[in-house]
């Protein structure tokens, strides 16, 4: 993670880029049962944060802000989850998942904190 603080669009392009490559990971999953089903879990997941995000980005208002931010922060710990699900049915090898699981973590940090400041800013006014 950087130390100074990202602009908006800087982190729409960090979650498009993520959902690039959980696309990568999908596609790269067996062409089995349990693969093909995780495949589209964690397409549906790994790319809804980015248009979330973007969403909130264009609220109405602080409330609206918060709750698109959350909602790209639950499908963010949800794809981490198919990840995890991932490295544990052996799925793909663990190396192949470490930096996209790193990246996973990292936006969920960020999203996490932004929520918790746009709901502090609404306590307040």
């Known amino acids: 993670m950087r ?4 602009t908006s ?3 729409e392009d960090r979650l498009i880029d993520f959902a690039v ?3 990568k990971v ?3 999953l ?3 049962r349990l693969g093909q089903h995780i ?3 964690l397409v549906r997941s790994g790319t809804s944060p980015a248009p979330n995000y973007s969403e909130g980005c264009a609220a109405e208002s602080r409330r609206d802000f ?3 931010l959350s909602i790209s922060l639950k499908e963010l710990r949800e794809t981490k989850t198919w990840l995890r699900l991932i490295r544990k049915a ?6 192949r998942l470490h930096a996209i699981t790193d990246e996973t973590d990292q936006l969920c940090a960020i999203l996490s904190q932004s929520v918790h400041t746009a709901k502090e800013k609404i306590r307040d006014r």
Do not use: V
């Open 21 to 23: 490559r959980i696309g």
């Open 9 to 11: 669009e800087e982190l």
């Open 30 to 32: 067996p062409d089995t």
């Open 3 to 6: 130390n100074e603080q990202m």
């Open 26 to 28: 999908a596609d790269a």
């Open 39 to 41: 495949a589209g879990q």
């Open 66 to 68: 918060a709750h698109k």
């Open 90 to 95: 052996d799925l793909l090898p663990a190396q």
